[in-house]
């Protein structure tokens, strides 16, 4: 069952049914993904900042799922083998201020929105050694040998999709990467700005330093979307506070001995594992990403601490 039919009885939707935010963003729109797709874990996305406050005994409940929770002790929680970490990944998410988020924008703002970024980017593409490259400008075929690697994004989340959030697609989007590979920023797919780094191996501390570097970058020139008590506002619930979400790629099949431990931290919701292409991939060829479930509220230090824990030597 979905956090939305979990917490949206009848009583709780005729007291939101005639509530909109000042664009007019109104309760059908806010749950329109789940509504269409009963089976999603979530089920709502906010398609403006002020969603938040006028739907707030919606999303408080949301909230309160994903807040980061004590977790075990450091000697239990640490169960996976640094030689069997593939990859460390950080993504940071965020939304400019003063525009309504994907899900809610019209095609103008989308590409006001894009070229803000795309500007405040254009000193790191050269810093970094990187390119911007527009969504619809990549062939087809190399779109999804991109995507594939995770370093582009397409329209291929269900879930998404119900929620507008590709709407006039692929106006309005585009990705920087490096040459290495390390680094990708993607504007305007779930949020107005996804950044992840990636670096091999179990290297937590390098790959926050990474994403501080760049980060401070970008915030120089771009005003975020920060409410005073929850933090970075973002389209999914899931990722306000932080917007932050650190992962290692885990080939399962190097290590099993600790895989008992693992599934029990998944099952009691501490950490989340994914498939190797992201949320909502299916985990095959005994690749797995491996992070914390719970983020909301948690600072960025505890969660890289916690990502330490989880993999001894990180």
């Given at each position: 069952?979905?956090?939305?039919h979990?917490?949206?009885?009848?009583?709780?939707?005729?007291?939101?049914?005639g509530?909109?935010?000042?664009?007019?963003?109104?309760?059908?729109?806010?749950?329109?993904?789940?509504?269409?797709?009963?089976?999603?874990s979530?089920?709502?996305?906010a398609?403006?900042?002020d969603?938040?406050?006028?739907?707030?005994?919606?999303?408080?409940?949301?909230?309160?799922?994903f807040?980061a929770?004590?977790?075990?002790?450091?000697?239990e929680?640490?169960?996976?083998?640094?030689?069997?970490?593939?990859?460390?990944r950080?993504?940071?998410a965020?939304?400019?201020?003063?525009?309504?988020?994907?899900?809610?924008?019209?095609?103008?703002?989308?590409?006001a929105?894009?070229?803000?970024?795309?500007?405040a980017?254009?000193?790191?593409?050269?810093?970094?050694?990187?390119?911007?490259?527009?969504?619809?400008?990549?062939?087809?075929l190399?779109?999804?040998s991109?995507?594939?690697?995770?370093?582009?994004?397409?329209?291929?989340?269900?879930?998404?999709?119900?929620?507008?959030?590709?709407?006039?697609?692929?106006?309005?989007?585009?990705?920087?990467?490096t040459?290495?590979?390390?680094?990708?920023?993607?504007?305007?797919?779930?949020?107005?700005?996804?950044?992840?780094?990636?670096?091999?191996?179990?290297?937590?501390?390098?790959?926050?330093?990474?994403?501080?570097?760049?980060?401070?970058?970008?915030s120089?020139?771009?005003?975020f979307?920060?409410?005073a008590s929850?933090?970075?506002?973002?389209?999914?619930?899931?990722?306000?506070?932080?917007?932050?979400?650190?992962?290692?790629?885990?080939?399962?099949?190097?290590?099993?001995?600790?895989?008992?431990?693992?599934?029990?931290?998944?099952?009691?919701?501490?950490?989340?594992?994914?498939?190797?292409?992201?949320?909502?991939?299916?985990?095959?060829?005994?690749?797995?990403?491996?992070?914390?479930r719970r983020?909301?509220?948690?600072?960025?230090?505890a969660l890289?601490?916690?990502?330490?824990?989880?993999?001894?030597?990180?």
């Amino acid at each position: 069952m979905s956090l939305l039919h979990r917490y949206l009885d009848d009583a709780l939707r005729a007291g939101l049914s005639g509530r909109a935010t000042s664009a007019g963003v109104r309760l059908e729109d806010v749950i329109r993904s789940g509504t269409r797709h009963p089976d999603s874990s979530v089920g709502v996305y906010a398609p403006d900042a002020d969603s938040y406050d006028v739907f707030r005994e919606l999303f408080e409940p949301i909230l309160a799922h994903f807040r980061a929770c004590p977790l075990p002790p450091g000697s239990e929680l640490a169960c996976v083998n640094p030689a069997a970490v593939v990859s460390t990944r950080i993504r940071v998410a965020r939304n400019l201020a003063g525009h309504a988020f994907p899900a809610g924008m019209s095609p103008a703002e989308r590409l006001a929105v894009e070229a803000k970024i795309v500007r405040a980017c254009g000193t790191l593409a050269v810093d970094t050694g990187g390119w911007i490259r527009k969504i619809g400008d990549i062939p087809r075929l190399s779109l999804g040998s991109m995507v594939a690697r995770r370093l582009a994004f397409g329209r291929d989340d269900k879930y998404m999709e119900a929620a507008d959030i590709y709407a006039d697609w692929p106006v309005g989007r585009s990705v920087l990467n490096t040459r290495n590979r390390q680094l990708s920023v993607w504007i305007n797919e779930e949020d107005h700005l996804r950044v992840a780094v990636v670096l091999p191996g179990a290297r937590v501390s390098a790959c926050a330093d990474v994403v501080s570097t760049v980060m401070a970058a970008l915030s120089a020139q771009l005003d975020f979307c920060v409410d005073a008590s929850l933090g970075h506002l973002t389209s999914c619930p899931s990722n306000v506070g932080s917007g932050m979400r650190a992962s290692y790629m885990v080939d399962m099949r190097m290590d099993t001995s600790q895989q008992p431990r693992l599934e029990a931290l998944e099952s009691a919701g501490v950490v989340q594992i994914r498939g190797a292409w992201g949320e909502h991939s299916a985990r095959a060829g005994g690749l797995a990403d491996v992070g914390f479930r719970r983020r909301v509220g948690a600072p960025e230090a505890a969660l890289l601490h916690d990502m330490r824990l989880l993999c001894a030597g990180a």
